[in-house]
């Protein structure tokens, strides 16, 4: 049985471990391996909303019919990481740490303070508004991470 606050959660702590895989490069001055770490980390942390806002939000919200809730302030965070991303991108290939690791660590607060409210609030309200469909949704989201997972 894979439920949405099964997968989502495993999936949070890939990105995080992914993140630190990054910011271990820029700190050892790394360029090279900086760059690909961050790459995969973006990639991943991409598909990680791209899963939420095209399968698991549309799904709740049909379930319950709220599309100014909680999913509508998941996609407003999702967009502040976006824009951090870009700017993590930015200075990772101009090779600058300061700039970096000042955006990597309001990134990390963003990211934490998110994923918190995801899977202690919306993944729990998520599995149980979308009742028996759960199961369904999770194991969409666990094929569409999978294909993406590096």
């Not at 993140?19 to 973006?42: K, L, M, N």
């Not at 508004?129 to 991470?145: I, R």
């Amino acid at each position: 049985m894979s439920l949405p606050t099964q997968i989502l959660p495993d999936h949070h702590h890939h990105c995080d471990d992914l993140f630190v895989a990054a910011e271990d490069a820029v700190a050892r001055g790394d360029w090279t391996d900086a760059a690909a770490a961050y790459g995969r980390f973006e990639s991943q942390m991409l598909a990680h909303f791209e899963a939420e806002e095209s399968l698991l939000f549309p799904a709740f919200e049909a379930a319950t019919g709220m599309s100014d809730g909680p999913t509508r302030m998941m996609r407003h965070e999702h967009d502040q990481m976006r824009a951090l991303l870009a700017q993590l991108a930015m200075a990772s290939a101009a090779h600058d740490g300061e700039t970096y690791a000042g955006v990597a660590e309001t990134l990390l607060m963003l990211i934490q303070q998110h994923n918190m409210k995801e899977e202690n609030i919306l993944y729990p309200m998520c599995d149980q508004a979308l009742g028996a469909g759960a199961e369904q949704v999770g194991n969409e989201l666990s094929a569409f991470l999978g294909t993406r997972h590096a």
